[in-house]
């Protein structure tokens, strides 16, 4: 008599964000039962879009599709192509246009010979030699972190010690920040800027971010900026539909409430629903904001207040919030590229602010996207639609500011006369004239007067545009809608409304990142030494968990998103979702049929039987610094050998 046949394991994930839905998709692939669930009426989470009846779309969050090797790794690695699933990925060009206070423009591009002219027309002609210096380092970035940390995990402090991780850390610049790196290559305070200014993709000051984040740049200007043609959300669009041919059920409009753990508390067993119903599995994937997950779905007990763990993790330092504006447009604007950056005269006041003091800054640094430059379908025929996101501090607990006594507009539809950013006329105030001398802008309460700020954002980004480009779009705006950090915590859970999740400083990044296999508290290491957030208590969360081993986990339950490891972007939460994946199957003893069809990044196949024309030859002579070294210290070892015995004989 054969075997019964096993059980079909199940899963459940909560979220139907670019973690959860490609999670999900590759869980079913693999043989699971999967169940994800969102509290939405739509998937995608940040990822998703805007539409209005009269044709206007906009990407609600990400508009640059960088790192397209992840996109198309996920697909094949599910069976199918971006291609087959009919996702059109169409290049920027040029990638941007940077535009400054003094007049001045850079056109950013990944075509050589366009930034050969660009670069030197600041730089002179040795700035070239230095801008491909640049691209080399940058390289390195790239190529390291993605084969040593986006595709590997980080499950505690050993996997940090890896030799292979080791080897190659000093040259990741981890302990540099991007602005310091760049002031190698770039002699002129203007490309400084214009080469920094990406780290804002990781929620990060460049004069915070770890140099290894010139990666970003990189994947710009060598690989370009991509768009999926009808919105970023036809990638997530595609991924639930292959997800659902191999079986995956989504349940939209269905909110979690909590996590439901054994008796223990050591494994999870499934979720309860905002409704009260429960439903089980052998496996749980969370893909909501991580912070949010662990103070509110894994609170100890009903009402009571979060763990230690989930506190430290909520005062861990968090990426910007933004204010978002999505405008539908009775025109064409064709002043404006699809991609434009809006850099603050004060540069590194504005990221200090935005950063350090939390405000909303009062001449912030901004960009601004037309969906519609590079896909006519975002827009109306002979129209635009234009997308504003404007960095601003993440949400911060303090007391309700005393009311201004200057009056502000209280919705931001008026189309009225633009003035200068300067300018304080008080029938359209400017947030540089309502912030308290004290301080270079306002703070992003939870009871602040979001309409008011909105308002005073419009009228400073509108101005801007206006006198920088000579484009005026206030009396062209015919639909507006917008997304403040509230807005962002109630519509996704964002703990703080940080729109990239957790920071991602050194010491949270790698091992230091909350890892893709839950946490279970410990009272002793997330006491006082964890408590506040700081190093020393992460430090000692990593290493005390290395002596707890198994029993540090919540076993069942794992995280995938862009507060987990390996972080934040679209194409970093695919890389999570194939990390959390293999984790699960691992944990299952089930085989991961992505690695049986071969190993390697997708994109990098050599041809079959290549011969002839195509046969490496490596050269012989002495390329790398590790060689180099060998052959002088055997040059050395032979000298002192041969004078020992000359001397001896
Ligand atoms: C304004 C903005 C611009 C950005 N620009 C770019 C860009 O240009 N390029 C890029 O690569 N990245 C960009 N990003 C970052 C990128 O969007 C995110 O890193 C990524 O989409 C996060 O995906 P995630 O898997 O963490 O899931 P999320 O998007 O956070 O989705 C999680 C899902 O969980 C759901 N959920 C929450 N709580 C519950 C619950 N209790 N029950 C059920 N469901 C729940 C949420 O509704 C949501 O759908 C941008 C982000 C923003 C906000």
Known sequence: MTDPKPRQKTAIVIGAGVGGTSTAARLASAGLSVLVLEKNSFTGGRCSLLTTPTGYRFDQGPSLLLLPRFFHQTFEELGTSLAVEGVELRKCEPNYRIWFGDGEAFEMSSDLARMKGEVEKWEGREGWERYLGFLQEAH??????????????????????????????????????????????????????????????????????????????????????????????????????????????YRLNTAVERIVLDEKGERAVGVRLESGEVLKADVVVNNSDLVYAYTQLLAPAENAGPTPYAESLAQRPASCSSISFYWGLSEKVPGLEAHNIFLADEYKESFDSIFKKHLIPDAPSFYVNVPSRVDASAAPEGKDSVVVLVPVGHLVDAPAPPPSSKPVQSNGHANGHLHDTKDTNPDNPTISSLSPATQPGIQPTLHQDWPAMIALARTTILSTILSRTGVDLAPLIVHEETNDPVTWQKKFNLDRGA???????????????????????????????????????????????????????????????????????????????????????????????????????????????????????????????????????????????????????
């Not at 370009?224 to 036809?234: A, E, L, N, T």
Request: charged share 20%.
């Open 140 to 249: 390195r970035h790239y190529e390291v972190s993605v084969e040593h940390v986006l595709l590997k995990n980080f499950t505690s402090l050993g996997s940090m010690l890896r030799v292979s991780f080791l080897r190659h850390l000093f040259e990741l610049h981890p302990f540099e920040s991007v602005w310091g790196r760049a002031g190698r290559y770039f002699w002129t305070e203007r490309l400084r800027r214009v080469f920094t200014f990406g780290s804002m993709y990781m929620g990060m000051s460049p004069f915070d971010a770890p140099g290894t984040y010139s990666l970003l740049q990189y994947t710009e200007l060598c690989e370009g900026i991509w768009y999926p043609v009808g919105g970023f959300h036809k990638v997530v669009e595609k991924l639930v539909e292959v997800g659902e041919r191999k079986g995956v059920e």
């Open 499 to 649: 729109i990239l999740g957790l920071s991602h400083s050194f010491f949270n990044v790698l091992s230091f990142r909350p890892s893709t296999r839950a946490r279970r508290g410990s009272p002793l290491l997330d006491g006082w030494v964890g408590k506040g957030g700081g190093v020393l208590g992460r430090v000692a969360e990593l290493v005390g968990d290395l002596g707890r081993g198994e029993s540090g986990r919540i076993k069942g339950l794992y995280m995938v998103g862009a507060s987990a490891h390996p972080g934040t972007g679209v194409p970093i939460c695919l890389a999570g979702g194939r990390l959390v994946a293999e984790q699960v199957l691992g944990d299952l003893g089930m085989r991961v049929p992505w690695r049986e069809e071969g190993e390697g990044v997708v994109g990098e196949k050599r041809k079959e039987g290549k011969g002839g024309l195509d046969v490496v030859e490596r050269p012989m002579w002495l390329d790398g610094w590790t060689e180099w070294t060998s052959v002088l210290v055997l040059i050395g070892w032979a000298a002192v050998m041969g004078l020992l015995a000359l001397f001896r004989g």
